[in-house]
């Protein structure tokens, strides 16, 4: 008679779960996001006045409007809700109104074309400072050493 074999170890089933792949798959999707998310803000075409000036370090955050006055002077408020639409200096004095109210640390960046009539850019200084906002900064460029526009 033969001797007995002990039997066979059975094989149980994987309880881990490997997970490196779903890491890359996911530092691949993170890369793809901080690329594109600078690309997804919309806002209107403007020409800045090139300006020598010390940059000032101002990170756009939620307390932070960005109001762009383009060559014919429309007013648009910048925000990240699709394309811009022209305002008028009451739309733009009531919505900052607005917004001050809810968060009273708001200030605002003024980006407008070097085309545009100084008049429209002083309306729009004047009516802010007459809605009590005293935090308002402007948007322009750094001179191109090579004397050309970007």
Request: aromatic content about 4%; hydrophobic content about 45%.
């Amino acid at each position: 008679m033969e001797p007995m074999q002990p039997p066979a170890p059975k094989r149980r089933p994987m309880a881990d779960i490997n997970v490196v792949p779903y890491i890359d798959v996911m530092l691949v999707l993170l890369i793809i996001f901080m690329v594109t998310a600078p690309m997804l803000v919309q806002s209107v075409p403007v020409n800045l006045p090139q300006v020598e000036a010390t940059p000032t370090e101002i990170e756009p955050d939620d307390n932070t409007l960005i109001v762009a006055v383009d060559r014919e002077g429309r007013y648009f408020l910048e925000r990240e809700e699709g394309e811009p639409a022209a305002m008028t200096l009451a739309q733009v004095q009531g919505y900052i109104q607005k917004v001050k109210t809810e968060v009273a640390t708001t200030r605002v960046m003024v980006r407008g074309d070097d085309q545009v009539p100084y008049g429209k850019v002083v309306a729009l200084l004047g009516g802010l400072q007459a809605i009590g906002l005293q935090d308002v900064g402007l948007i322009t460029e750094a001179p191109d050493p090579e004397g050309g526009r970007g």
